[in-house]
C-alpha cells in the first residue's frame, strides 16, 4: 500500500490508505484518510484499475502460499 501511495501522492502530506474497491478492472475508487478526513478518489484511466487488480490478486495469492507452509 505505501508503494502505491506514494505513486499516486507526490507532496510531502500524509495519507492513510483504507482501502481499494476496483469494478470490473475499468474504474476504481482508492479511499484514503487525510489529516482525519475519509476521502475517495475515483479511478477512470483504463489500466489502472487493472494494474491495481492485478496487485491484489498477486497479494493474495503470495498471502496464501505462506498460510499454507506454516
Known sequence: MDVLTE?????NTKYNVKGIL???GEESILIYEEKGALKGLIIRIPFIPIIQRRMILYFIEKSKGKVNTL
Not at 505513486?7 to 507532496?11: C, E, G, I, P, V
Open 7 to 11: 505513486a499516486l501522492f507526490s507532496n
Open 22 to 24: 476496483i469494478r470490473n
